[in-house]
């Protein structure tokens, strides 16, 4: 079983080291020409040690006298055979790491394209931290091994040279090698093995440490107000224990293989002295031949390490692929179409025709559970809908298949009578704008917050669209202004500035379909109503479609679509639905009555707010 998967391990880390091949052919040529030039040369340096040992020193020793002439010849060539490793060092080095660093770059690229093609279904099935390290570690750990793999090739082909040379010289002291370099071989071969399970779980267990540190940072604030920090320290402190004793276990095992690595071709050179200076003796080799093959074993036995290294990065780079592949060959991305939307300024019409929609299961054995049932309802040009319902009642979802963050099982989404499905991503990016329920600022300036490197975007533009969003007081306010830095996910706004802010940025745009999902919700009502309002009389005529709580706000729109459970259970002005809806009446009559009560416990501290909001 254990040589069965890792005999599997070794095809499939083959195929990645292919795929490498595949990808920087020319560097890899260059690496391994490097590499082949260094090993052959190392071999010639082992003959001639032995020469000049066998033709120079002994007879120096014998005769008392030494041959200047022969020793500095001697001397050159060794000279010049180093200085000539030095290039195939240079050129294997270089090769590698630029075939390393350029596939890992390459790789990262393609990974963070795909997590941005890949739809919102997807990412909401894939916790950020394994994405992160999809992203940087396993894409590293994909290439590691292409590091030692020039130089292991390079041995390969010195090996056999070498072997062929041993058996030249003479058959006995070749069989030490034959004894002795499978058996390093062999050692290698089971270090790896054993090393590959360690190896995997480390990795493994370090995306885990990082999900945790993540999703504790994320949630900071539940981790404080709930006075959780013991508990999540304690969560974080295990698994990072069990990645420490999976690294203690590497560690180890490195402790143990590492001394015998080193110990085995010193055996082999002890060996091919002795045996050597039998056959010395019985005349079947010559000084020169054993100095030759002494000094092939001392030479020989590092680079064979370097087969050991590839072979002990292959499980690590195998189960760093799998990740990587699995994000690469994920689909279900949305194939956008080429039609255009009109770009004039004038509102865009909204329909839904009988949609129907499921969210995905996390399980894919399961069948995904239907959330919305034959919606149908139009925002007509200019005009604003109010989206009503309880919660759960499949708004949000509504609001997403508006924007084509999703697309419907069954029926249609049209936006001018365009289906969206047909429609050019960066026309449908231009028409439609979603202000999401949760804001989302980015770790930047205002002004980068709000205009996005969208071109045509100017400070004027950025300016009227906060003032729109009723969020050019306290933008006024900030030291910096435009320039004042907002932190990482908006922790330095208030709640409702942040919606502000993220209603601005969707403003800056100039939409002409605004799709609000309880995008004001954190704003004080009156200022929220006073926002609709403005939008509603604003030039840049646009059609909205708001999901709403306030009775305040809903009574702005020109209509309201009511739906429970994934249905539109009424439709028609605020005052129809009010007589004829009793689900709704009483629903927003609830609100009212919670908003009373909000307000009251507010009301101390009004002076602050108004303060606040400018007013
Ligand atoms: N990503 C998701 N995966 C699976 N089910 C989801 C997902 N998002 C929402 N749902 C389910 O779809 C249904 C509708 O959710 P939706 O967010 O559209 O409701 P909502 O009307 O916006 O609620 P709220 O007023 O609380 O914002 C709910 O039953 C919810 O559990
Ligand atoms: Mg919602």
Not at 318 to 338: K, N, Q, S
Not at 475 to 497: C, H, I, K
Request: hydrophobic fraction near 50%; charge should be neutral.
């Amino acid at each position: 079983m254990a040589s069965k998967t890792s005999r599997d391990v070794l095809v499939r880390g083959l195929r990645v080291l292919g795929r490498a091949i595949r990808e920087e052919p020319k560097i890899f040529a260059v690496a391994v020409g490097g590499s082949v030039l260094f090993g052959l040369l190392t071999i010639g340096s082992a003959y001639l040690v032995g020469a000049i040992v066998g033709d120079v020193v002994v007879p120096a020793i014998s005769t008392g006298r030494a041959d200047t002439g022969l020793l500095a010849l001697g001397a050159a060539a060794l000279i010049g055979i180093s200085v000539l490793k030095v290039v195939g060092i240079f050129g294997r080095r270089l090769g590698a790491g630029y075939m390393q660093f350029r596939l890992q770059a390459a790789y990262r690229r393609r990974v963070t394209r795909r997590y941005l093609e890949l739809p919102l279904a997807w990412h909401q099935r894939h916790a950020t931290g394994t994405l992160l390290s999809n992203a940087n570690s396993d894409v590293e750990a994909t290439w590691f091994p292409i590091a030692p793999l020039p130089f292991a090739v390079g041995t390969v082909v010195m090996l056999v040279t070498a072997f062929a040379s041993l058996f030249a010289t003479d058959w006995v002291l070749a069989l030490v090698g034959v004894a002795i370099f499978p058996a390093l071989f062999a050692l290698n071969v089971v270090y790896s093995r054993r090393m590959a399970p360690r190896q995997a779980r480390a990795q493994q267990l370090r995306a885990e440490v990082s999900e945790i540190a993540h999703e504790s940072f994320d949630g900071a604030l539940v981790v404080k107000t709930m006075g959780r920090e013991a508990q999540e320290t304690s969560r974080f402190a295990a698994r990072a224990g069990e990645l420490r004793d999976a690294l203690i276990s590497v560690g180890r095992l490195r402790g143990v293989f590492d001394p015998m690595l080193e110990t085995l071709p010193s055996v082999g050179t002890l060996a091919v002295l002795l045996i050597g200076a039998w056959r010395l003796r019985q005349g079947a080799v010559t000084v020169t031949e054993l100095v030759s093959v002494a000094f092939l074993f001392t030479v020989l036995a590092f680079p064979v390490r370097a087969i050991g290294w590839v072979l002990a990065e292959l499980p690590r780079s195998v189960a760093g692929w799998e990740r990587v592949r699995h994000v690469l060959t994920a689909t279900g991305e949305m194939p956008y179409g080429d039609a255009e939307l009109d770009t004039r300024d004038t509102p865009a019409t909204l329909a839904f025709d009988r949609v129907g929609f499921g969210y995905e299961p996390a399980d894919p054995q399961q069948p995904a559970q239907p959330v919305l049932h034959d919606i149908s309802f139009t925002v007509p040009p200019g005009r604003t809908v109010a989206l009503v319902g309880p919660t759960g009642s499949g708004k949000s979802t509504i609001a997403a298949l508006a924007v084509r963050l999703v697309d419907p099982q069954s029926g249609r989404v049209t936006i001018d009578g365009l289906d969206v499905r047909s429609l050019r991503a960066a026309s449908l990016a231009a028409t439609a704008a979603l202000v999401a329920q949760v804001p989302f600022v980015f770790d930047d300036t205002v002004r980068a917050n709000i205009a996005l490197d969208r071109p045509g975007v100017t400070d004027d533009e950025v300016w009227a669209a906060l003032r729109l969003a009723g969020a050019d007081g306290f933008v006024a306010r900030l030291p910096d202004g435009l320039d004042a830095m907002v932190g990482e996910r908006g922790t330095t706004l208030s709640g409702g500035q942040r919606q502000r802010l993220t209603l601005a940025r969707a403003l800056a745009g100039r939409p002409r379909l605004l799709v609000l999902d309880d995008a004001t919700s954190a704003v004080d009502p009156r200022v929220e109503a006073a926002i609709l309002a403005a939008l509603r009389r604003a030039d840049t005529a646009t059609s909205i479609l708001v999901v709403a709580y306030r009775r305040a706000t809903i009574a702005l729109a020109d209509e309201v679509v009511y739906v429970e459970h994934g249905r539109v259970v009424a439709h028609g002005t605020h005052p129809e639905l009010l007589a004829s809806c009793t689900g709704y009446a009483d629903l927003v009559t609830a609100y009212e009555k919670a908003e009373a009560e909000r307000e009251r416990e507010k009301a101390y501290e009004e002076a602050t707010l108004d303060a606040e909001v400018g007013a």
